[in-house]
């Protein structure tokens, strides 16, 4: 190892010695450098030499190189006799060498790695190393030919730099060859065509050359720069069958920002809108492209561009009269009338105003027209489930209590297991009960039989939301807590309850302790925290409220809880060590024997250690 490395510094001598006679660097700066660079060789020789020893190696190389040329410009500002010290020379290119070194032995060991050769594909850029750029894409493809981005990679390179057309066209199809399902790479490759199109414009604009051409000469250039070759590669990415509908959208997108390419654009969508009439992203990409385009006619208004989306909506809930066709429908209206809902509440006494409210209350009875239509086509899939709980929401949103409780329990038991769906029907139910305004029985019975219903439903692990849910309702109706307690004790009794509702029944026992007494919250900490797989939020949440009540009262309760919960949750909860130290702190004990503890049980303690130096308490 140091005979190697003894022999690459003695490679640096003529360059060192340059540097000093040119005055870029000092004697000692020159032993500095001499110093960092074999530490760094002697890095990369060891047996396990690391990734990071390299990059830590060019970012010193670089500075370096950044430091001299700034010493060059400083004796190029200098009066002309000492001018020829600032001058190109044989010896402005070791440092840039030697990093194209350091790369080159780096993909000996971590050939592999792709972000390193994207790294060296940009220090080559920046340095503007043509042929040891084109040997490097050249060597990363033969390592990875199965990989699209670095094909794509070496026909932008080809195009953009090298402005080699055809070299890039045949990149680009041998990476096809290889990689028979990107879809990114046909992308790309459509991408190109269509920016070699606007360079053949470009080009011959400023040449004349459309003057002195033949008529079938020039239709043909034409045609090429309409787009021809970008839509034959289109035809070809279609018939290799590897996309779906938004990838189709994602071709059209680009034609369309591309330039002005109107025959491209009228060929995908002719091909498009034919082939994928069933797809709900297609007519929504149809109804958005729709209104953008009359948006941008002369003379026309809002309220027209609204129309022509509306009927191609309208066209395809009957071409398509599925739930997820309403589903984008209903959004879309939604959308439209949140926006005229925000614009209204910052619009003063205005005439705008009165435009809006009524654009407003078109959307409104659209969406009632839309939603009494699509009652006809919900069934039992996830969209009619969404569906639902927007007409709900809707129902809600107009005054209709008793209607929207009545669709959150169709979509209840349409849709049983959706946690959504019985939040919702809980909420629907809640606000009827609050207009009604029942005994304290009626309310409590209500509530608790659609919570025990949801309980039965759902799984343990999808009711965390529907129980933190129905504890809000329950201690914002200032109801009494112990048959909510009763209800939740039986779901906890599932082995993934104490886990999977942690969160809920922290904040219960918080509940509780504030509502019912100290002692009535402490009985129910105990025993929840007794359950298996009981959460560390609730530990920490018990051991708050007992904090709290000064030490005198609470410091040998402390103890025993803060000693279970490091039991099970010590080996992953950094904030359990941070209440060891709280503790031992009003015990008049040091934090090292908590940090000592910590270190044993925690597989990281940076959250730990940053949060001890800042005197941080996480309550969770």
Not at 265 to 279: A, H, N
Not at 414 to 421: L, Q, T
């Amino acid at each position: 190892m140091a005979d190697t490395v003894r022999y690459l510094m003695e490679g640096m001598l003529e360059e060192l010695d340059a540097y000093e006679n040119l005055g870029w660097f000092s004697k000692e700066e020159i032993r500095k450098i001499v110093k960092e660079r074999t530490n760094h060789e002697y890095n990369l020789k060891r047996r396990a030499a690391l990734k990071t020893d390299f990059l830590r190696y060019i970012e010193y190389e670089e500075k370096l190189e950044k430091l001299r040329q700034i010493r060059k410009r400083k004796f190029q500002g200098k009066d002309p006799s000492e001018m020829s010290k600032g001058k190109n020379n044989k010896h402005e290119g070791y440092i840039l060498r030697r990093i194209h070194f350091i790369y080159e032995r780096a993909f000996r060991k971590f050939w592999g790695d792709l972000r390193l050769w994207m790294a060296y594909f940009d220090f080559c850029k920046t340095t503007k190393a043509n042929k040891l750029m084109s040997k490097a894409l050249t060597r990363c493809l033969q390592l990875h030919p199965n990989e699209p981005g670095i094909w794509s990679y070496a026909a932008s390179w080809e195009f953009e730099n090298n402005h080699n057309v055809e070299a890039a066209r045949s990149l680009m199809l041998r990476g096809l060859r290889t990689c028979k399902k990107s879809i990114d790479l046909w992308l790309e490759y459509f991408r190109m065509e269509l920016l070699n199109a606007l360079k053949l414009r470009k080009r011959r604009e400023v040449l004349g050359l459309e003057e002195n051409e033949q008529s079938e000469q020039k239709n043909a250039m034409q045609s090429v720069m309409d787009g021809a070759v970008a839509c034959i590669v289109y035809k070809n990415a279609s018939a290799a069958n590897v996309m779906q509908s938004t990838d189709h959208l994602r071709f059209l997108d680009f034609a369309k920002t591309a330039g002005n390419f109107p025959v491209v654009v009228e060929f995908l969508e002719e091909r498009i809108w034919s082939q994928f009439q069933t797809s709900v992203a297609v007519w929504e990409y149809r109804a958005a492209s729709t209104e953008v385009s009359a948006a941008s006619l002369d003379g026309v208004n809002q309220d027209d561009s609204m129309r022509s989306m509306i009927e191609v909506y309208e066209e395809a809930i009957l071409a398509v009269p599925s739930p997820a066709m309403y589903l984008s429908y209903a959004k879309c209206l939604q959308k439209k009338l949140n926006s005229c809902n925000r614009l209204l509440s910052s619009l003063g006494q205005e005439y705008e105003e009165i435009a809006h409210a009524r654009q407003g209350t078109e959307y409104v009875t659209l969406l009632d027209k839309l939603f009494e239509r699509a009652e006809s086509v919900l069934n039992h899939c996830p969209e009619s489930c969404t569906l639902l709980q927007m007409m709900v929401g809707h129902s809600m949103r107009r005054g209709n209590h008793q209607a929207a409780l009545g669709m959150a329990e169709r979509c209840c038991q349409m849709h049983p297991k959706s946690e959504e769906a019985w939040i919702s029907c809980l909420l629907a139910r809640h606000r009827v009960l609050c207009i009604r305004e029942p005994d304290v029985e009626e309310w409590k019975s209500t509530l608790l039989d659609l919570l025990t219903s949801a309980a039965e439903a759902l799984p343990t692990r999808d009711s965390a939301e529907l129980w933190s849910c129905g504890l809000r309702l329950w201690s914002g109706s200032q109801l009494p807590a112990d048959a909510f307690v009763d209800s939740l004790d039986k779901k906890l009794q599932d082995s993934e309850g104490g886990s999977t509702l942690c969160h809920v029944t922290s904040s219960c026992v918080r509940w509780v302790w504030l509502s019912a007494g100290i002692e009535e919250g402490r009985r129910l900490g105990d025993r929840w925290t007794c359950l298996p797989g009981a959460g560390a939020p609730l530990f920490l949440t018990s051991l708050h409220l007992e904090w709290s009540l000064g030490a005198a009262r609470s410091c040998e309760r402390l103890g025993q809880l803060l000693s279970r919960a490091e039991d099970l949750h010590g080996h992953d909860n950094p904030d359990i060590w941070l209440f060891r130290v709280r503790l031992n702190g009003m015990r008049g004990v040091g934090p090292s024997h908590a940090h000592w503890q910590a270190k044993q049980e925690l597989g990281h303690l940076s959250t730990f250690e940053s949060a001890l130096q800042q005197g941080v308490y996480t309550d969770s």
